[in-house]
């Protein structure tokens, strides 16, 4: 393991030459009418690096340039291209994303274990994973209503990420940035040219910076999962009251659109081309058969689906993975302030009761 650190100068330096060497994907504050948003986007010009923003946790993550929100499934010139051009992958530019979450790094691991697997293999989105590389990013500030530690996911590294930059934000002035390179991992050679000349750090104090934030997070949450996923389906699909939790839903869809792991979509014909779109279980429309039955009419059948997908059905399917990492979007980005902790709470207190019924349905 390497660890260098760097101040906002080095940090822009070392930026211009990933952006030199690579296709360069970083979080920013962009406006959109009134508000002031953080998104991942990529750098077209050089110029654009010092406004590259990472204190707050963006909106959007990698899922979106991994699998696109539309998407044309033309499976005929796919094969051609990939036939005519099996060498311009090679010189083709990888693409680096700075500045991801590790929360948002798991759920990239998530679509790995989905569309990756050999017996269900997506070449569409294998074609979009092929050259990748992900360096994380955490500073001390805890992300509003994140719950991934209770999830299992650890805040200041992922095996997705061959290096880390740590932003230490009360040491303004000085070497504030810390970079953590994973042992054996080489970057390009004008990158490593780079590396070499930054200040290396200690990892002692490195350690004691990340203890004393994980000690900071664990004092700003309280929210705790008490039985272990996954969650039993027969104990709790009928016996939870899952209306009271989920009354104020509009199925508006906010939360499937934001979340970093969901992945359902719908296919729909563009002539003689089958295109692929996100779509959400949260829609009235989601579940409805040709014939107009409809297995999931009321909104606390379909939360009910949302939750036992997350935390029954995938870790079930996947190695005891839950299908959520606690990113928090869904509940800052409710309308209503519909809290998916709230909805576990319900789950777990119903386990607890050995299953007793509702009287709800």
Same mark, same amino acid.
């Given at each position: 393991?390497? %660890?260098?650190?760097?101040?906002?100068?080095? %940090?822009?330096?070392? %930026?211009?030459?990933?952006? #030199?060497?690579?296709?360069?994907?970083?979080?920013?504050?962009?406006?959109?009418?009134?508000?002031?948003?953080?998104?991942?986007?990529?750098?077209?010009?050089?110029?654009?690096?010092?406004?590259?923003?990472?204190?707050?946790?963006?909106?959007?993550?990698?899922?979106?340039?991994?699998?696109?929100?539309?998407?044309?499934?033309?499976?005929?010139?796919?094969?051609?291209?990939?036939?005519?051009?099996?060498?311009?992958?090679?010189?083709?530019?990888?693409?680096?994303?700075?500045?991801?979450?590790?929360?948002?790094?798991?759920?990239?691991?998530?679509?790995?274990?989905?569309?990756?697997?050999?017996?269900?293999?997506?070449?569409?989105?294998?074609?979009?994973?092929?050259?990748?590389?992900?360096?994380?990013?955490?500073?001390?500030?805890?992300?509003?209503?994140?719950?991934?530690?209770?999830?299992?996911?650890?805040?200041?590294?992922?095996?997705?990420?061959?290096?880390?930059?740590?932003?230490?934000?009360?040491?303004?002035?000085?070497?504030?940035?810390?970079?953590?390179?994973? #042992?054996?991992?080489?970057?390009?050679?004008?990158?490593?040219?780079?590396?070499?000349?930054?200040?290396?750090?200690?990892?002692?104090?490195?350690?004691?910076?990340?203890?004393?934030?994980?000690?900071?997070?664990?004092?700003?949450?309280?929210?705790?999962?008490?039985?272990? %996923?996954?969650?039993?389906?027969?104990?709790?699909?009928?016996?939870?009251?899952?209306?009271?939790?989920?009354?104020?839903?509009?199925?508006?869809?906010?939360?499937?659109?934001?979340?970093?792991?969901?992945?359902?979509?719908?296919?729909?014909?563009?002539?003689?081309?089958?295109?692929?779109?996100?779509?959400?279980?949260?829609?009235?429309?989601?579940?409805?058969?040709?014939?107009?039955?409809?297995?999931?009419?009321?909104?606390?059948?379909?939360?009910?689906?949302?939750?036992?997908?997350?935390?029954?059905?995938?870790?079930?399917?996947?190695?005891?993975?839950?299908?959520?990492?606690?990113?928090?979007?869904?509940?800052?980005?409710?309308?209503?302030?519909?809290?998916?902790?709230?909805?576990?709470?319900?789950?777990?207190?119903?386990?607890?009761?050995?299953?007793?019924?509702?009287?709800?349905?």
């Amino acid at each position: 393991m390497r %660890l260098k650190k760097l101040n906002s100068e080095e %940090l822009i330096e070392l %930026l211009e030459i990933f952006f #030199a060497e690579y296709d360069l994907i970083a979080p920013f504050k962009v406006e959109q009418g009134r508000l002031n948003r953080v998104l991942f986007r990529k750098i077209r010009q050089n110029n654009e690096i010092p406004s590259i923003y990472l204190k707050e946790m963006p909106e959007t993550t990698p899922k979106n340039f991994i699998l696109p929100r539309d998407e044309r499934l033309d499976f005929e010139r796919f094969n051609s291209e990939r036939e005519e051009n099996e060498n311009s992958l090679a010189r083709a530019k990888t693409r680096l994303f700075f500045g991801v979450r590790s929360c948002d790094l798991a759920a990239i691991e998530l679509f790995d274990d989905v569309f990756l697997d050999e017996d269900y293999l997506d070449p569409f989105y294998e074609s979009r994973r092929e050259k990748n590389i992900f360096i994380g990013y955490s500073n001390q500030i805890l992300p509003p209503n994140n719950f991934q530690k209770e999830l299992e996911i650890g805040y200041f590294d992922h095996q997705l990420a061959p290096a880390f930059i740590y932003e230490d934000l009360e040491a303004r002035g000085r070497e504030h940035y810390w970079l953590k390179i994973k #042992a054996g991992y080489q970057f390009s050679k004008d990158v490593e040219a780079h590396l070499d000349n930054l200040e290396t750090g200690e990892i002692g104090n490195l350690e004691k910076l990340l203890n004393d934030w994980e000690d900071k997070f664990t004092g700003e949450t309280d929210f705790e999962i008490k039985n272990k %996923l996954p969650f039993p389906e027969k104990e709790v699909f009928n016996q939870v009251d899952w209306q009271e939790p989920t009354a104020s839903c509009l199925g508006c869809g906010v939360c499937t659109y934001y979340c970093p792991t969901c992945f359902c979509f719908d296919f729909f014909w563009d002539g003689s081309i089958k295109n692929r779109a996100w779509d959400s279980c949260m829609f009235s429309l989601f579940t409805e058969h040709a014939s107009g039955h409809n297995p999931r009419e009321e909104q606390h059948q379909r939360w009910r689906q949302r939750l036992l997908h997350k935390f029954s059905y995938h870790p079930q399917n996947y190695n005891d993975k839950p299908g959520c990492v606690g990113c928090g979007r869904c509940i800052y980005k409710c309308p209503v302030n519909l809290d998916i902790r709230n909805v576990i709470n319900a789950v777990d207190k119903t386990i607890d009761k050995g299953g007793q019924a509702s009287e709800k349905r």
